[in-house]
C-alpha cells in the first residue's frame, strides 16, 4: 500500500483515479499522524509539502531514520524554493512540481506498487 498525504480533495481524486487506471493500492490521509499510524504495510509514502511543512519535513527524517530504505516522494508548488530545498535536505528521495508530480503519477504509482 501506498500512502499520500494530501491536503486538497480535488488532489487527492486525481490520484485515486490515476490508482484505479494503474491497480495501486493507495490510501489517502489529512495529516502527519495519520501516515505514522499506517505505515505498518507501506510501500512509499507521497506527500504534500502544503499540509504542514514543519510536521512534514520532521516526518520525512523520522521515517528516513526508522525505514531508510522506505521511498519518500514529496511534492509542491514550483514557488515553493525554500521548502523544496528544506525538503531535500530532510532526506525526501524526490521532490516535486505539483506539475510534474501529476505527469509522472502513473509511473510513481506504478512503481511504488511493485
Not at 93 to 98: F, G, I, N, P, T
Request: glycine share 6%; aromatic share 2%.
Amino acid at each position: 500500500m501506498i500512502v499520500a498525504l494530501v491536503a486538497d480533495l480535488m488532489f487527492e481524486s486525481r490520484i485515486d483515479a490515476v490508482a484505479r487506471q494503474v491497480e495501486a493500492d493507495v490510501r489517502t490521509v489529512r495529516g502527519v499522524e495519520q501516515v505514522r499510524a499506517a505505515l505498518d504495510d507501506t510501500s512509499g509514502v507521497l506527500l504534500d509539502m502544503s499540509v504542514a511543512p514543519e510536521d512534514t519535513l520532521a516526518l520525512i527524517g523520522e521515517l528516513k531514520a526508522a525505514r531508510g530504505g522506505l521511498p519518500i516522494i514529496a511534492f509542491l508548488s514550483h514557488v515553493q524554493v525554500e521548502l523544496t530545498g528544506q525538503t531535500r535536505e530532510a532526506g525526501a528521495d524526490e521532490v516535486l512540481s505539483r506539475s510534474a508530480f501529476v505527469a509522472r503519477l502513473p509511473q510513481i504509482l506504478s512503481e511504488l506498487s511493485r
